[in-house]
């Protein structure tokens, strides 16, 4: 089966300026996930959707970041703006019903 | 706050040796703990999941969980330098979101 989709792999921008991630999970996974991996630490959960809702997006800093899933497949995750301190892998996972996550390839963002 | 605890390493192990990978997490709640291997660049990778107290094993790999003590552990037989990653540690609560909690994860070196 197709792994989870990402894009792009790399982008660099200039603080204050917005961005725009995107994902396409695993065909059949119900559950999908943004995770933002600073350099050194383990990946931090910003928000979980099963299905188009939202179940989880307490660690999301919702005054910059925001996410969607539209018709419950791809998902795109958006930062506006952008600070230093955003750049960061983001990853995408998907999974089934309580079952192990599989990751994309992640999105190295660079903040000037 | 769910946490998950790792001694970031580097933890460096002959070749041929075993390896072992500690982690500890503070949700008693927690029902399901997994590894992942990432290497440099990469994304995390699935290496074990364990649901219930004591041993599983898979290949060179070995999984061992204690929920009284809240402790989970990975040992790797027969070390190769490919193992060399960064090994995370996750943990599951058993609520309805259920986004993995990870922990900073252990650098591990095999030295040829």
């Known amino acids: 089966e197709a792994g989870v989709a990402q894009s792009p792999r790399y982008k660099i921008i200039e603080k204050r300026q917005s961005v725009a991630f995107w994902c396409n999970p695993i065909?059949?996974?119900?559950?999908l996930y943004w995770y933002q991996q600073i350099l050194g630490q383990g990946p931090k959960l910003l928000i979980q959707f099963q299905n188009n809702g939202v179940v989880d997006d307490s660690q999301l800093p919702k005054d910059r970041f925001s996410a969607e899933r539209l018709k419950g497949v791809d998902s795109t995750l958006k930062i506006q703006p952008a600070k230093l301190e955003d750049s960061a892998v983001y990853l995408c996972?998907?999974?089934?019903?309580?079952?192990?996550?599989?990751f994309g390839n992640g999105t190295r963002l660079t903040v000037t | 706050q769910k946490e998950v605890e790792q001694n970031s390493g580097p933890l460096s192990v002959p070749e041929g040796a075993i390896a072992s990978l500690n982690c500890t997490y503070s949700d008693r709640g927690s029902q399901s703990f997994f590894w992942y291997r990432q290497y440099s660049g990469k994304s995390p990778e699935l290496i074990m999941s364990?649901?219930?107290?004591g041993d599983k094993e898979d290949g060179r790999f070995t999984a061992q969980l204690n929920k009284a003590s809240q402790y989970v552990s990975l040992l790797i037989r027969d070390s190769q330098p490919s193992d060399s990653a960064t090994y995370l540690c996750a943990s599951r609560g058993g609520g309805g979101a259920d986004g993995l909690t990870f922990g900073k994860g252990t650098h591990l070196i095999i030295q040829p």
């Open positions: 364990i649901y219930s107290n």
């Open positions: 996972a998907s999974s089934r019903t309580l079952s192990p996550l599989h």
């Open positions: 065909s059949g996974h119900a559950t």
